[in-house]
Nanobody, 119 residues
């Protein structure tokens, strides 16, 4: 059974750093495109960063230069290194795994970890 479990969230002050982790079980990690998403308070879930199976990455503009997404295929773990945190980074962060099955995307989601940035 596939399971994604995020951890590492917390309450931070602006300018601090935080690392989120997402452990994926079920044997899908190595072949999956992985991503981090954020749901701000009262808002919709939005893509923050993604990494494909070749290690190529992409970021939303607000995260580029401050956040780094990495993956460890041997540990089936996805990371999001967050530097210089801002209040607008506040939200619930979800990791997601995507595989293409017969040409159609199949997505799995974690339960989320909350990040709060305030002074």
């Amino acid at each position: 059974q596939v399971q994604l479990v995020e951890s590492g969230g917390g309450s931070m002050q602006p300018g601090e750093s935080l690392k989120l982790s997402c452990v994926v079980s079920g044997g899908i990690f190595r072949e999956s495109q992985m991503s981090w998403h954020r749901r701000p308070v009262g808002g919709h879930r939005e893509l923050v960063a993604e990494i494909n199976t070749r290690g190529e990455t992409d970021y939303v503009d607000s995260a580029r230069g401050r956040f780094t997404i990495t993956r460890d295929d041997d540990k089936s773990t996805l990371y999001l290194h967050m530097n210089n945190l801002r209040p607008e980074d506040t939200g619930v962060y979800y990791c997601s795994a995507r595989r293409m099955i017969f040409g159609a995307p199949l997505d799995w989601w974690g339960q989320g970890t909350r990040v709060t940035v305030s002074s």
